[in-house]
């Protein structure tokens, strides 16, 4: 297992840009650090993770999760995080490699072999495990395809198939199967996730979005708990303050900001996103353009700073 992670290290070289993540292929990449990070906070799409260098760890609500070398991170559903990378040097950096998980690909794939969509439990909608070899040889394949690149339109759909075949069948496959699984709460727990993400700017009741994903309020509240680690209205202001980032960085008031994604109430606002930032809006939005190129460099990643330039931020 050492030497095919080993290879795996060595290939990733030619396609690392530090600090950053590279696209590999449509729904594929790799990122790398040379320095380790303090927290910093983000929203994790569906995806698979694999890490063949350093170590980082996750917040995510009361979970704490480590993963290093060797180690692989899923999650099934859209995740507000606290992540930090832990071991990193310039001479051994961060090194992780990502798909994200395609709900329509994985629907598919488990059409064909119906016993896939079973054995979904309503536990969280994350987890991290031991890499199998049966999960790394497909990325290996992968990374010695782009060498080749006539060779790509035909063989990566055969990889990626292979990917998210070891994912439902593997050790993760309580979380993947979750993507497409039959249990009625989670598919309910969805349905609650994708309205706050589409309404976050909108006011919540828990009442309201109870009744539009067919739950009680009871049972919404602790099966959005286990999925996602926090509960709705957490979940909606971790989404408002994430794009209110993004609209500070690119010069917006902070009073107007704080109305255009749904508070009433600017010093409200200011208290809440210190609270989950470290620092006040302005402050913060500050530091980071001095940071990055541009605003849209941050928008989509917090840049890469040694732990000491971000103290103001708590895990």
Sequence with gaps: MDELIEKIRKMTQKHQRPGDSVPLLPGFSVFS????????Q???????????????EVMIGEHQLRYGRGACFVGSVELPV?????EASAERPYIALTMMLDLDKVATLAAEFPTMASGAGDGPGFGVKA?????????????????TPDDIPALAPMIERELLYRLLTGPHRGIVRQLVGNDNRIARVRRAINWIRNHHTE?????????????SQASLHRHFKSATGITPLQYQKRLRLQEARIKLLSGADVSETAYTVGYESPSQFSREYSRLFGQAPSADARRLRDQATSPAQISKRPAITPCQAEAGVQL
């Design 82 to 86: 606290t992540a930090r990378i832990v």
């Design 131 to 147: 890499v199998t070899e049966g999960l790394l040889e497909p990325w290996l394949r992968l990374l010695k395809l782009l060498e």
């Design 203 to 215: 006011r919540l009741t828990v009442q309201a979005l109870a009744e539009y994903a067919g739950m």
């Design 42 to 56: 983000s929203l994790y799409q569906p995806m698979f993770c694999v890490v063949v260098q350093g170590a980082k």
């Design 33 to 40: 650090s040379p320095a380790s990070t303090c927290p910093i």
